[in-house]
Every structure is written in structure tokens, then in C-alpha cells.
């Protein structure tokens, strides 16, 4: 069972890394068998969580036959309706079989409530067809799943993508009265529970209502290549706002994902994922982190041509198999990354905050032992006071997952032959005490 403690997720007394794959529609997209080799491939790629929507993902292929949440009538269109009085129960009895798999594998299923598209007013309602839930049956669908899914000890996301800021996409008002109403009835159900809220992308404000109640923070620095610069500065904006409990980028750039206002049409690659993930974690979101990779949280699938994606998104996706998916290397690399930070920094490090610079991407961060700079393109360094006392220096390529020899002269670090981004270790003196 988790437990928080500081800024860090805890299980059986040892940190809890939380290093999560996003799968939001695997129970809807995926038959029991592929959903264990899919398990098998990610626990061996050093994950510790799935993020997955408990009900249909609206932009997701289309799911298997009968596998619905609710009672439902299917248009022409390619819109749905919903009896939300009428849980199909069959569909949940196949979820905890899947849960029951994770559970095996001793893995933490992140389970969203309550994704957007079923609540008024959110940026998704502007051109979601699917019927939104009443009011009066959030109780009851809430309390039935929370009651029936809190044996497997998981972490509770109330909200899926949504804001809590008025603009010109979205209002607020009906969003935060559905989600207290979400927050209310799960803790009538597991008032122990692991809670957080899905905010939607490159945004971190939440009412302190809600604030005041949740495990631990939740971002997501998201997929406009305008805004990947917020995976470090929402954790330090949280951190100058008096946020003390856990932070984690849940929703870093997909890989493989089309990149969202760029001038040119490009995908995410491993080198961006790698940069974000750096960045925030060393930034002060280092209770872990949630990757993903475009193709697999839609589940597209390519032996099922009949699955085709929904037809109600107002732009064009173009994903990969979700096999295919398995074996992006940006995958190994966050496992690579926990990896790191759980043998230098098992206890944790925080931010240098005079070293951290948004114009070059510079992020660094420290605890009693070591120093740590990540630096998204190999070149020379001044290492300044960052290596007084300092008993060595180690590069490691992030890219090639390798340690290079550094080359360091009056307080130089020159640069290596790194081809993509590094990660400088500096190991300092103990402090007594």
C-alpha cells in the first residue's frame, strides 16, 4: 500500500518511484492476453504504475463490442449515449481481471474517476458529442467503482484533462462542482486513499478546496511545443507558492505525438521526452514521472481495421500500432532515468535554483552527496562553486544510456562527444551532521 511522506510516495517502508505508463483505454482496447504481454514489456522496462481511464476514452479507437461502462446507443454518427443509471457490470468484473493481472506483477493502476468529456463546460465539450453524466448518478457510479476497486490499493486521478480556470475554451463553475462531488463520494468509500486531480495541459492551478486534499500534485507539461518549458517551471512556481507534498509530471510530450503548434509537421522524439522528464524531476517534480507514446493511449491497432479512431476530434491523428509503441527507446530511457535517480538520490534532492536558466534548458539539482546538471545539448560548462569540494565528475550520454570521461580544466567542463543530451554527476564532499 502507498503511502506519502514528504515529498515522496512510500511502499513497504522504501520509496515509491512512480514511473507510470499512459494506457488510457486499456480496458476498453485490450483482450486479457495482450493486456498481460503489455504488462510483461513494461515491468521489464523498469515501470512501476499505468495510468488508465476507467470508463471509454472519447479520442480513443473504437473499443471492443459490448465492452461499454454503461448502457449505451451507438449513432451513425459516430456519437454515443449513455444510460448512466444501468452499470454494465460485465465490463467491470473484465476490469478487475485486469487489475488483478497488475497486482501480480506488484504494479500501482493510476485509475481516472472521471475524464472530461463527461463533465459540462470543459475545453472538451466544444466538440465531444458523447451526453455528459447527470448530476444525481455521479454518486453512485463513483462509490460503486471506488468500493468495488480499492483492494488493489490504487492512486485515484478525480479529474481527467480539465482546467480550473475560466477562459475563452472553458468554464469553470460546473467542473468544480462535479469534481467535489467526484472527490466526496470516492472518500465516503476509501477516505485512505491515494487522491490527485489529471489538470489539463501546461496548467497548475486548483482550487485550494482541492488542494487541500490531495496525495500529491499533478501535471502535465503536455504537447505543445510552445509550452514544454513548463515542466520545470510549473514545479518551481509550485514549490515559490508553498506547495511542500509530492509533485510529478503525469502527462510529459507522447512520443511520436504530431507536435502541437509547431510551424513545421514533426513528432515528439526520445530526445524531447528524455528532456522533459529531465527537467521537471530536477526541478522539484521528482516523485516520478508519466510517459507515453502516441499510438498506445488510443490503442490503435492495426489487426483490427474496424478500430478506427473517433471520428468526433476536430484534428487529424496519426498513430502507431500500439505494439510498436512497446519498443520506442524513450521508453527504456525513463526506466534508465529511475534508474539514476533511485541509486544517487534515493532520499531525494532539491532544486539549485541559480542554475536552473529557461533560456538554455539548464536544470540542476542536489542533495548531501551529489550535484546533478542536465544539460539538453552537450557543450562547455563553467562549473563555477558547483564543484568546490568535489571528490569526482561523471558525464553520462543520455542517449546512449553510457558514462564518458570528462575533461575539466580551471573550472571548465569541456564538452564531451555527446551527440544528444547529458547528465553532468558531481560528488561532493559528505556534510557532517
Known sequence: ?????????????????????????????????????????????????????????????????????????????????YDFSKINTSYFDNVEKMLEQMNERDMVPSLVLLWGNFVPDTWMSHFVKNNTIPFEHIRSYIQYVVNRFKKFNPIWFISGDVGFVDNENQRCE????????????????????IYTFHINGESYELP????????????????????????????????????????????????????????????????????????????????????????????????RPESKLAKLLPFKLMPYDWRQCLQFRGANDMGFLKNIVLKYAPNGFSPIENVCDENSGIVAAENDNYKFIYLPMAQ?????????????????????????????????????????DMLVIIETEKKNG
Open 208 to 303: 485550494d478546496e482541492f488542494k487541500k486534499q490531495i496525495s500529491f500534485f499533478s501535471y502535465q507539461s503536455g504537447h505543445a511545443q510552445t509550452g514544454q518549458n513548463t515542466a520545470f517551471i510549473i514545479p518551481q512556481k509550485l514549490r515559490k507558492s508553498g506547495y511542500e507534498g509530492p509533485i510529478v509530471d503525469a502527462e510529459i510530450c507522447y512520443e511520436g505525438l504530431q507536435k502541437m503548434h509547431s510551424q513545421y509537421p514533426e513528432r515528439y522524439s526520445a530526445f524531447e521526452v528524455r528532456k522533459a522528464a529531465w527537467r521537471a524531476v530536477l526541478a522539484g517534480a521528482d516523485m516520478g514521472v508519466g510517459y507515453g507514446a502516441f499510438g498506445l493511449w488510443p490503442l490503435k491497432d492495426n489487426s
Open 174 to 193: 460546473a467542473a468544480i462542482k462535479y469534481y467535489r462531488e467526484v472527490l466526496e463520494s470516492a472518500k465516503e468509500v476509501d477516505p485512505d486513499g
Open 380 to 420: 562547455d560548462f563553467e562549473l563555477k562553486d558547483l564543484a568546490d569540494h568535489a571528490k569526482s565528475v561523471k558525464i553520462i550520454d543520455l542517449k546512449n544510456r553510457t558514462f564518458v570521461e570528462p575533461q575539466i580544466k580551471e573550472d571548465t567542463l569541456y564538452m564531451p562527444f555527446v551527440v544528444e
Open 1 to 81: 500500500m502507498l503511502t506519502v511522506n514528504g515529498k515522496y510516495l512510500y511502499k513497504d517502508g522504501q520509496r515509491f518511484f512512480y514511473l507510470a505508463d499512459t494506457c488510457w483505454s486499456a480496458f476498453t482496447n485490450l483482450t486479457l492476453p495482450d493486456w498481460k504481454f503489455y504488462l510483461d514489456t513494461r515491468k521489464a522496462q523498469g515501470y512501476t504504475a499505468i495510468q488508465i481511464n476507467l470508463l471509454r476514452q472519447y479520442d480513443s479507437s473504437c473499443p471492443f463490442k459490448g465492452r461499454e461502462p454503461f448502457a449505451v446507443v451507438e449513432h451513425d454518427d459516430g456519437s454515443y449515449e
